[in-house]
């Protein structure tokens, strides 16, 4: 039986993002194992909560978005 080659993922990596509170960019580590995600990540300069929204496009390539509370 011959398997299909499937697409890796990236499991782990980084992006620069700008805080949508302070506008300081940050580098954001993200973990695609767990797929397409959403989640609240402080921010390491101003500590206001960031909503990360987490896709992983049809080459595998991770990609965030970030929002903030009253955006979201």
Do not use: N, W
Not at 16 to 40: M, W
Not at 52 to 68: F, K, M, P, T, Y
């Amino acid at each position: 039986m011959l398997s299909s080659p499937s697409r890796e993922v990236a499991m782990l990596s980084t992006q620069d993002v700008e805080c949508p509170y302070c506008g300081e960019v940050i580098t954001l580590a993200l973990d695609a194992s767990a797929g397409p995600q959403r989640y609240i990540e402080d921010c390491h300069v101003c500590c206001r909560p960031i909503t990360v929204e987490l896709a992983i496009d049809a080459d595998g390539d991770v990609h965030a978005r970030v929002q903030s509370e009253e955006d979201t």
